[in-house]
T-cell receptor, first 113, second 113 residues
Framework: DTGVSQDPRHKITKRGQNVTFRCDPISEHNRLYWYRQTLGQGPEFLTYFQNEAQLEKSRLLSDRFSAERPKGSFSTLEIQRTEQGDSAMYLC???????????FGPGTRLLVL | AQRVTQPEKLLSVFKGAPVELKCNYSYSGSPELFWYVQYSRQRLQLLLRHISRESIKGFTADLNKGETSFHLKKPFAQEEDSAMYYCALRDDDRGSTLGRLYFGRGTQLTVWP
């Protein structure tokens, strides 16, 4: 499968724990996006990378959230000291350039107890 | 600010009936509009984009700048069209180095046999 992949697909954690998600984009794609989707809502932008550079972060991305894309390939999204309000589906998307279609991964569903 | 509005959370039609999923947007510049679809247990995928002016799976959407709308239409709905549909807008106004997508909350379409 040459599409965007995300790992894990599901994560259950206790409040206060740290979690890390991984996204592997389509191999030639230089842009990588993170979105969050809560129940009944559409995806909301969190942050994006062009190659290894993180170019913008949404105000939704509090200081407990950090994202990296160290070699311009895969990306990780870490949430520290999780809160129940962090429960959501975390989506990753990639594209080749800004005008190209964003292809989405299957998402990581996070439940914070 | 809400940029994309999908007024219908749920929409049901019978097979063979016409269907129209509404999308209105709020944006002062020149956005690009998209429709994404998510079938049951599948990832979000692009259905069509306004600049392509294509008909995909019998669906069409016309950008109406005067009414700031991008409604999705199909003359004869099929059962396999049952899915969640998201309208999305991309900020293309700042050149842009951004490319983030703003999504509506989605419309769940059910096509009854």
């Amino acid at each position: 499968d040459t599409g965007v992949s995300q790992d894990p697909r599901h994560k259950i954690t206790k409040r206060g724990q740290n979690v890390t998600f991984r996204c592997d984009p389509i191999s030639e794609h230089n842009r990588l996006y993170w979105y969050r989707q809560t129940l009944g809502q559409g995806p909301e932008f969190l942050t994006y990378f062009q190659n290894e550079a993180q170019l913008e972060k949404s105000r939704l991305l509090s200081d407990r959230f950090s994202a990296e894309r160290p070699k311009g390939s895969f990306s990780t999204l870490e949430i520290q000291r999780t809160e129940q309000g962090d429960s959501a589906m975390y989506l990753c998307a990639s594209s080749f350039g800004i005008v190209e279609t964003q292809y989405f991964g299957p998402g990581t569903r996070l439940l914070v107890l | 600010a809400q940029r994309v509005t999908q007024p219908e959370k749920l929409l049901s039609v019978f097979k063979g009936a016409p269907v129209e999923l509404k999308c209105n947007y709020s944006y002062s510049g020149s956005p690009e509009l998209f429709w994404y679809v998510q079938y049951s247990r599948q990832r979000l995928q692009l259905l069509l984009r306004h600049i392509s002016r294509e008909s995909i799976k019998g669906f069409t959407a016309d950008l109406n700048k005067g009414e700031t709308s991008f409604h999705l239409k199909k003359p004869f709905a099929q059962e396999e069209d049952s899915a969640m549909y998201y309208c999305a807008l991309r900020d293309d106004d700042r050149g842009s180095t951004l490319g983030r997508l703003y999504f509506g909350r989605g419309t769940q379409l059910t096509v009854w046999p």
